[in-house]
């Protein structure tokens, strides 16, 4: 109530004599009292839930050996995506089967573990807005032979047992694949200037 008579208060301030239009913004002020915050916060809650979105990708061993490791970071760099977590191995058989543990039944499953162990891989966290089905159209199709130019695979591979990268392909493939490969404490959360609102940012940063 007493917030109700201090809006007014303030309406009468902005619009002396027009008891119209103060009426009509008094209509609407319980809904926006009641439900307006809210759906602020609900908004900016599920944007930078949205903005915050991580995938887990890969240099496989032929990209390293190749060292094609810069190039393969610089695209997601340019997309606008951000890097959250990074480290290069030597990726056990235990850990690949794991990673892999879907395709134990395919003829190639043996052959796979022997590429993917066959040297070091870079393994990254990136984060941002559709991060997991924007990385897999980087990546490209899964045998290079069919994937576009312009595509990760389709520019620096032409077979499928060397396909250069991997990218995770729905939000549950990456929740497991990211607790597989790091540990929570290796996992930054940083602050990225490009991605705060103008407002946010000081004439003085400028
Ligand atoms: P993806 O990497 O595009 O998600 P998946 O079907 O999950 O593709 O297969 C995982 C990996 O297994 C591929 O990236 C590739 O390295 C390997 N692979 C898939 N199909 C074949 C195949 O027919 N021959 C050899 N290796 C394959
Ligand atoms: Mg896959």
Redesign the pocket.
Known sequence: MLQRRLFHTILQHFYPGNQETTKSLLSGFPLALRYGHRAAWNRSKSSSQDLRERTLVAV?PDGVQRRLVGQIIQRFEQRGFKLVGLKMLQASEDLLSEH?C??KM?P?YH??LR?MTSGPVVVMVWEGHNVIQTSRTM?G???PAEAQSGTVRGDFSIH??R?VV??S?SVEGAQKEIQLWFKEKDLLYWDCDQTKTSDQTKTSDV
């Open positions: 496989k892999y879907e395709l395919k190639f052959s796979l590429y990546v199709h899964t045998n499928v047992s396909n991997h990218a392909d």
